[in-house]
C-alpha cells in the first residue's frame, strides 16, 4: 500500500509558548511597538509552518494565524470594518483592536462562542451603509513570506473563511435591510479576485481552502437560503477560477445532513474535507451515498477537539474510507478540524507530571500531526473498530449510583422559596459575577505554591490577606452582595480539577479562548468525586464571611456542564455519565457551603451552549441531560439558600426554556455587548426569575459612565421588578485591572442608588 497524501486545516495560533498572548498584552501595554508585534506574529507562524513540515505533513494550512481572531481578520479584510469605527476614522491595528476591545466612547463588537467550540469570536456588524472593500494586501504578503521560506512553495496552502460562513456569522444591526443573501452576493466578487491574485505571480499557490463550517448547521438542508447561496456562490467561484488554484472545501465540526452532503459533494470544487470525528453518521454516509469519482476527499479522521491519540480507531474510520472511495489517490489524510482546540505539544510536560499509563494515550497539536503522517504511511498501525460513544449516545442521567428522581426538584417552587431569600436587600441589588484582578503578586504566590516553595500555612496565610482586602474594597464601594474574589483560581475550572479525582492538570496545555485569553483545559480520564471528600471552597467562603460581618458573602461554584465542557472529556464513557459524577461532586460542595452559613451559591454554567449539538434535532437530548446536571447539583439548596447562575458570550436565546427549567433564583447574564438581545427573550418569553443583565463591558478597559450604566438598568425595568434586578458587571473581572474596576464599580453602584431614588420618588 502506497503512503497517502495528508493536509492540515488550522494549528495553534499561541505559539509554542504562548508568545502571542506575551506579545499582545506587551503591545498593549506600550511596551513594544506594532513593528515588534507583527515581527513576533511571524516567528509564531513561521514556527507552526516548519513544525508540519517536520512531522511530514504534505499539505499545511496556513494562514489562519491571527492577531486576535480570524473571523476579525476576514471582516476586516473584506471592508466589514462597524460603523462606529468607520466614523471615527480609525485605521489599522487601531481600528483593529478597538472593535475587538472597546475604547472610550467607541463599544466593542459582540463576542460570542464560534459554533459549539470554547473559542470566542468578533462578531462582524453589517449596516445599510455596509459595503464590502477588499484589502488583502496583508494575507497575500503572509503566504508569500510562508512561501518563501518553507521546503516546498507548493505545500503551502492558504486557509480562508468561506463566503457563506462569514456571512452568516454576521450581525445585521440598525434596521438593515441587507440579509446573508445580499452580503454574499456582494462579497462573490471580492472572494474571485482574492483566488485570482493567490494563484498568480509571486503568490502562485495552487490549492486554496475555503472553510465552510456553516453547512452542518440544520439551515442548510435542501431547499434553504443557504444551499441556495452555497450552490450560487461556488458556481460562480468555478467559473472564474478554472485556471486557478484547486478549492478544498473543508466542512467541519459536525457530520453533514444526507440532504446537504448529496448536494455539497456535488460542489464545482476539488477537494472536499469532512470531519468524521463527531457522530458515526458521516462515515456511514459516505459507504450508503457514495462518494463522486471525480473529486478527492479529505479524510478528517484525527480528533481535533480533544487530546487522546485514539490511533486505532481513527484508523478504523480511515480504512472505512478507503473502502468506500475506492481509489487511494483520491483520499487525503486530515484532522477533523483545526488543530488550535487542543494545545500546542505535549513535550513541553516535564516527565512525571502525567501519569505514564495516561500520558501515552495523550496528543497534542505536534503529536496529533505524528498520528496523521503514521496514519498516512503504509506501516500505519493496526486499526480496529469505532465504538461511538458519548456524543451519539447520550441517554440521559437515569440510573446513576444513588441518584433518585427527587434529587432534581427543589423542596418548594420558585415562587413559595423567593420571599425567605436574603430579603434585608434593597431594590437593585448590587453585585459581581465572581473574580477580581489577580496581581503578578498573587500569580506569583499560586505559582510558588504549586512549586513547592512556599508552605500551606504561609500560602494560606497571603490568600486570606488578600480576601480580607478585597472586602475591603467591596465595602468601600458599597456593593450589597460580596465576593471573595478567587485569588486562590488561576481558571474557573481548573482550580476545581485540582480537587476532584479522575481529573488531571497540565503545566502548559493552553488553548485560546480568545485573543490573549488562554486556558488550560482539564483532562478527565477517571470516575470525578471529590478527594476524600473533602469540601473544596468552604475555607475561603468562611473566610471573606467572616471579614464581611453581616454582608452576604456568594459561594463561588463552577457548574457540572462547563467544568465537562471546558475540560477534554474521556472518549471512553458518555458525557451525560461523566457529567453526572461532577454534578453529584458540586451538590455536595452546596450541601457544604449551607453548613458553613453560606445563603447564597453561584453555580456558573457559562458553557452550556458549547458542545451542544449543532443540529436542532440534536440539541434536545443534550439539553435533556445538561440541564438535568445543573438541577442535580443544586436542587438540593434549601429553600432559604439563593441559587445564582451565570451565562455569558453564547446564542442563548433559542434555549430560554431550558435556562428557565434549570430553577435557579437568580440569572446573570452577559448584556453590554450584545445590545440587549437576550434581555428581550427573556421578556418576550415571559421570564419571570431574578435576573442580573450586565451593565458594563468586563472585556474592554474603557471605565464606564454612570449614566450608561442607569440606562441600561432602567431599560431592565420592563422585564422585572427593582427587587428582582440585579446589578452587576457582565462576567469576572480577573483580567482588568485594580485602576479599571474599582471606579468602574464605584459608576455601578451610583448607578443603582439613582435608580432607587427615582423608583421611590415615583
Known sequence: MTSLRTSTIGFPRTGPKREMKMALEKYWGKKITESELLEVSDKVALQSLRDQEAAGVDLIGVGDHTLYDHVLDWSERFGLTCKRVREAKL???????????????????????????????????????????????????????????????????PIVLGPVTLAKLCKYVDGTRKTAAVLVKELVPLYKALLEELGRGATGVKEVQLHEPWLVMSDAEKGTEVKILTEAVYKELSSANSKGPAVNLCVHFDSLSPAVYSYVVELPVQRVTLDFCRSKAMVEMVEKQGFPSTKELGAGVVDGRNVWRNEAAAGGLLQRIQKAVQDDARVVVAPSCSLQFVPYDLDHEEEGSIPSEVRSKLAFAKQKLEVLTKLASSSTAAASPVEWIGEDNLSGVEGAKGVTPEMYTRSEPFKERRGKQLAELPDFPTTTIGSFPQTAEIRKLRREWKEGKVGKAAYEEQIDKEIERVVGIQKEIGLDVFVHGEAERSDMVEYFAQKLDGMLLTRHGWVQSYGSRYVRPPVIHGAVVRKGGAAMTVREFAVCQKASGAVPVKGMLTGPVTILNWSFCRVDVPRAEQAVEVALAVREEVADLEAAGCRVVQVDEAALRERMPLKKEESEKYLEWAVACFRLSTCGA????????????????????????????????????????????????????????????????VVPTMDDMAARLQGLLSLLPPSRTWVNPDCGLKTRKWDEVIPSLKNMVTAAHKLRESHVSA
Open 638 to 701: 434549601r429553600p432559604s439558600t439563593q441559587v445564582v447562575t451565570h451565562m455569558c458570550y453564547s446564542t442563548f436565546e433559542d434555549i430560554i426554556g431550558r435556562i428557565d427549567g434549570m430553577d435557579a433564583d437568580v440569572l446573570t447574564i452577559e448584556n453590554s455587548r450584545s445590545a440587549g438581545e437576550m434581555v428581550a427573550a427573556l421578556s418576550s418569553y415571559g421570564y419571570a426569575r431574578d435576573l442580573g443583565a450586565g451593565v458594563y463591558d468586563i472585556h474592554s478597559p
Open 91 to 157: 485605521t489599522g491595528l487601531e481600528a483593529y483592536f478597538t472593535q475587538a476591545r472597546g475604547r472610550d466612547g467607541i463599544p466593542a463588537l459582540d463576542m460570542t462562542k464560534y459554533f459549539d467550540s470554547n473559542y470566542h469570536y468578533m462578531v462582524p456588524e453589517v449596516g445599510e451603509d455596509t459595503v464590502p472593500r477588499a484589502d488583502f494586501s496583508s494575507f497575500v504578503a503572509h503566504v508569500q513570506l510562508l512561501r518563501s521560506k518553507a521546503a516546498k512553495a507548493d505545500s503551502v496552502v
